[in-house]
């Protein structure tokens, strides 16, 4: 009985021939880097951290996890070890949600080589001191390190999400870990695996909501990755976060695809508005009335109140138009569309055709104020605007007819 305890003090799981995860998953966390909220999907809330250890003649462990989630990782990495030594760290990104426990690595295993780029270095003795010297080695890009049978290769990817990110590949396993790049929200529900999960029905959301609100910035870095990866044969991609890829890698990079370049998923409106009293809610209600009389193909119409922006920024990513609509307040726009507006500008949407409406009862101003944000963003051609007096009237309903139709018309092409 003893032994049997011992026995399952772990989570760890064989992923190929000597590749395990060592990962753990965080179910209590409410706020992703205290900001994106992680409870949003029924299947998929939580958040996994991914650490990754390859046992061959030498042993080499991807990244660590969050300090929340420390036990689980180190009963994790003491199973799969055994009576080994660990020989290696590789550190694909700095940000804590991976990094917080090198020091209890280092702590434990205090003859590992801690293996990162230069700029690796400077982040992590900005986060770290170390009491005893630690080793290290410097690697740079496709510089190789052999563990036996498994070789691993070091590509950098600046950017994807800060400055030191690099990804590893073992070409004896061809597997990608990816760092954050095709990562997801979510804790994982016993499955590592993304072919064991429902991923268009559970986890889709979540995938796009991480990439659009962490990596969505760094559109450029995400093409120059996904260029360097396809002159790799990948069969598995080993992410920070979320399920694993061994099967319809394809699907995947699809989306990054689209993603990374700000081109819409889907031909469809984003209808989103700001609301005090209820009267530019229902010119909300109105115009998306209207556009279905259009037989607009897909309308998703969502409160900035009453709706975290992290999913406004991500149906802003998957949709190809969008309509506005916001009351003036205190003389310039109301906060919650501003919030909107300035995370699409900070996530560089861009490469998107909408409309926009104002409500104001004596001194409109959220169309001024809604033209200067969506002008400071890259390809964003506004085809109408409107606007209203404390409430819609017979007017504004001829008024968002016009708007309709020139929305229906540029879906239409
Ligand atoms: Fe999951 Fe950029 O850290």
Known sequence: MEGLLVEYMHCSRLISKDIFWVGANDRRLRLFENLFPLDLSYRASGVSYNSYLVVDTKTALLDTVDSAVSSQFLENVEHVL???SLDYLI????EPDH???IKAVVERYPKVTLVGNAKTQQILSQFFSFAQPVSTLLVKEGQELELGTHCLSFIMAPMVHWPEVMVTYDKASATL??????GTFGALSGHLFADEYDIQADWLNEYRRYYANIVGKYGIPVQTLLK???NLKINTICPLHGPIWRKDLGFLLDLYGKWSSYTPETKGVLVAYSSIYGHTANAAEIL???LVDLKVPELAVYDTSSTDVSVLVAEAFRLSHFAFLAPTYNAGLFPA???LLNHLQGHHWQNRTGIIVQNGSWAPAANAAMEQLLGKMKNLNILGKASILSAPNPQSALDFGN?????AESLSQ
């Open 91 to 94: 550190i694909n990104h700095l």
């Open 403 to 407: 708007l309709a139709q020139r929305l």
């Open 99 to 101: 990094a917080s426990c």
């Open 82 to 84: 055994g009576q080994r």
């Open 228 to 230: 360097k990866a396809a």
């Open 288 to 290: 998306t009335a209207q």
């Open 177 to 182: 870990f990816s760092a954050d790049a095709f």
């Open 337 to 339: 569309m501003e919030q």
